[in-house]
């Protein structure tokens, strides 16, 4: 079992280990080492992308990060508070060999993350992360063998915003988006500023909120983990939609004109059926986790698309994505990836591609929407203090496979730690809301008497 290393990156409560400065500096050092053994052109100075969040706690960890970086010879280009996919673009853009988001996505303030990614802007496989965690935890990097005059350098790069708004909106070939009011909200978090000037610049009217970020009210009862804000203010102006980033804007939720939630299963379903219609839809394919409603599989099937389930996490719908040459895919909870313009889940891409299917096919957003019929479906996460391997746990795997025989193909349940949380998660789904409510109370008892 990995120990820095979750499902996405390192995550963690800042300044508690491993959200440390001391980590930050080893790993930064293990970071440079990896990619300098790797490096195919030896006589090149190794570069890193570096962004983050509106985290306080990001000043401390791109410090000590920065400062590992260099001191094995890597340079260091550092964007400041950018998005997470941003990081990933300029990666590319800047023609860099990694790039380092200082980020703990939806999660509060308190907490922060470290996300890596290869010189292609993908996540990097859970091989890699391993051989990168081993160089951290054994404590034998070192920067002896570095010459003073091979230390790195950061730099700051002025032009990194101007860069990813003009490849945003190159995304829908710059398509106007005049006639359109949207609330935005930015979550007090990483596209604070950058997002409002995108949607601005294509001529939409839009109107912000949680775009003053002060270090600590970053996803503060805002943004994609709470939609009706956006919601209720798109009802209270008549507007078109409201669009909710998280924390590092790599997923979004959607409200529409009455304020309804619409959430990654709806999005990635009407984008499907979209690009089915423009006959764009790479084999004819989605790809979603194991948490989408059994509504939106039926909804495809009915629609002719078929479906890939994976893993949870938006990296393993990458992965199939790209060993099966699938251009839609994501996760109900709003990372939705398009792999023609992106590496990874995007919010701001994510609803520009959404604006662009409402005007073009002239319908309202919950029109597009209402291709699907949930099942009653809830998903609870529960506070553990232990992670014990699930099957290991006999009275819990005893009543997963009392609830699953009950539910029959009616319903199911899945049970799972979080990966970036001390929290157990259990989905539900069944025919009847009753049937829920008593299986989660069972649930819930089990979890409270053995992993707590």
């Not at 993908?122 to 965690?133: G, R």
């Amino acid at each position: 079992m990995r120990k820095l290393f979750g499902t996405d990156g390192i995550r963690g409560k800042a300044n508690c280990y491993p959200i440390t400065p001391e980590v930050a500096l080893q790993l930064g050092k293990a970071i440079a080492c990896y990619f300098g053994n790797n490096n195919k052109n030896s006589q090149q100075r190794l570069k890193a992308v570096v962004g983050k969040d509106t985290r306080l706690s990001g000043y401390m960890l791109e410090t000590a990060l920065t400062s590992g970086l260099v001191s094995m010879g890597m340079d260091v280009l550092q964007i400041g508070p950018m998005p997470t996919p941003a990081v990933a673009h300029l990666i590319r853009s800047m023609n860099a060999d990694c790039g380092i988001m200082l980020t703990a996505s939806h999660n509060p303030a308190d907490d922060n993350g470290i996300k890596v990614f290869d010189c292609d802007g993908f996540k990097l496989p859970d091989e890699v992360e391993a051989e990168i965690e081993k160089m951290v935890l054994s404590g034998e990097i070192n920067s002896e063998h570095i010459n003073t005059s091979l230390i790195g350098k950061a730099y700051r790069i002025d032009d990194a915003k101007g860069r990813y708004i003009e490849y945003a909106k190159s995304v829908i070939k710059n398509r106007s988006l005049k006639g359109l009011k949207i609330v935005l909200d930015c979550a007090n978090g990483a596209a604070y500023n950058i997002a409002p000037a995108i949607f601005r610049e294509l001529g939409a009217e839009v109107v912000t909120m949680a775009t003053e970020p002060d270090g600590f009210n970053i996803n503060d009862k805002c943004g994609a983990m709470y939609p009706e804000s956006a919601g209720n203010l798109v009802k209270m102006l008549n507007a078109d939609c409201g669009i909710s980033f998280d924390g590092d804007a790599d997923r979004v939720i959607f409200t529409d004109c009455f304020g309804n939630v619409v959430n990654g299963d709806r999005i990635i379903g009407l984008c499907a059926i979209d690009a089915k219609k423009q006959q764009q839809l790479t084999n004819n394919t989605v790809v979603v986790t194991s948490m989408s409603n059994l509504g939106f599989v039926k909804a495809m099937q009915h629609n002719g698309i078929d479906v890939e389930i994976t893993d949870v996490g938006d990296r393993y719908v990458i992965e199939n994505m790209r060993e099966n040459n699938y251009c839609i895919g994501g996760e109900q909870s709003g990372h939705i990836i398009f792999m023609n313009y992106g590496t990874t889940g995007d919010g701001i891409i994510s609803a520009l591609n959404v604006l662009k299917i409402m005007l073009d096919n002239k319908k309202p957003l919950h029109e597009l929407a209402d291709f699907m019929v949930d099942y009653p479906q809830e998903i609870k996460s529960i506070d553990v203090n232990k992670k014990p391997p699930i099957d290991s746990v006999k009275p819990l795997i005893d009543v997963i496979k009392e609830c699953t025989e009950k539910l029959g193909n009616s319903g199911r349940v899945i049970v799972r730690y979080s990966g970036t949380e001390n929290k157990i998660r259990v989905l539900l789904e069944a025919a009847e809301q009753d049937h829920i409510d008593f299986w989660m109370n069972k649930f819930a008892a089990i979890i409270d008497e053995h992993l707590k």
